[in-house]
Structure formats: structure tokens, C-alpha cells
């Protein structure tokens, strides 16, 4: 089993930043891609950012300059932080996580998710 564990979501006025953290802990062997989503009241769960083992990042072009993704795999941590924030990225923020478990399985997990509310 492999538990994702966020945490850094918080109230922040309009123009503030947060960081966001996300352990991954279990039988895990190796973690190919890490990522946050974010889903709105009344919306879709839409893609934030993610980042593969090797490096590579895609970002949704809404937060592009704004937010930054990285990991520590030694950790098998993500971390997102947010600047320049604004009311429309209030949100629970999902952490993903597609893992090599050492079963050899490729499974995708998701974490609780963790509140961000930006206030105007």
C-alpha cells in the first residue's frame, strides 16, 4: 500500500504565496511521476503541475510563472509553491503520485487533498 500525505494548504489574501508538501510513504520502488490537481466547487479536477523522476515539469498555463513545482526523490516528497496568488486559485489541491510499487505494479494515488483559499 502507498499513502500520500499533503499538507501547507492555508487561508491567504490575494497576492500572498503557500507551499504545499506531499509524502508518499508505503511499498514503494520508485515514484515515474508526482503531480497537483486541484478541484474547484462545482468543477472539474483540472492539472496543476507535475514533475517525472528525470526532471521534466508541464505546467497548466494559468499558474505558469506563478507556481513551482519540484520534488525531493529521496524523500518521495513534491512540492508546490504558489506565488502571486488570486482568488480563482482557491481550490482543494490534490497530490498524485503514479508509483512503481515493489510488487513491480504501476498504480496512481492520490492524496486527501488540502484547502487553499485565496481571499480578494
Known amino acids: 500500500q502507498v499513502q500520500l500525505v499533503e499538507s501547507g494548504g492555508d487561508l491567504v489574501q490575494a497576492g500572498g504565496s503557500l507551499r504545499l508538501s506531499c509524502a508518499a510513504s508505503?511499498?514503494?520502488?520508485?515514484?515515474?511521476?508526482m503531480g497537483w490537481y486541484r478541484q474547484a466547487p462545482g468543477k472539474q479536477r483540472d492539472l496543476v503541475a507535475t514533475?517525472?523522476?528525470?526532471?521534466?515539469?508541464n505546467y497548466a498555463g494559468s499558474v505558469k510563472d506563478r507556481f513551482t513545482i519540484s520534488r525531493d526523490s529521496a524523500k518521495n516528497t513534491v512540492y508546490l509553491q504558489m506565488s502571486s496568488l488570486k482568488p480563482e486559485d482557491t481550490a482543494v489541491y490534490y497530490c498524485?503520485?503514479?508509483?512503481?510499487?515493489?510488487?513491480?505494479?504501476?498504480?496512481?494515488?492520490w492524496g486527501q487533498g488540502t484547502q487553499v483559499t485565496v481571499s480578494s
Open positions: 498524485n503520485a503514479a508509483v512503481v510499487t515493489s510488487s513491480w505494479s504501476l498504480a496512481d494515488y
Open positions: 508505503g511499498s514503494i520502488r520508485s515514484i515515474p511521476v
Open positions: 514533475i517525472t523522476s528525470g526532471g521534466r515539469i
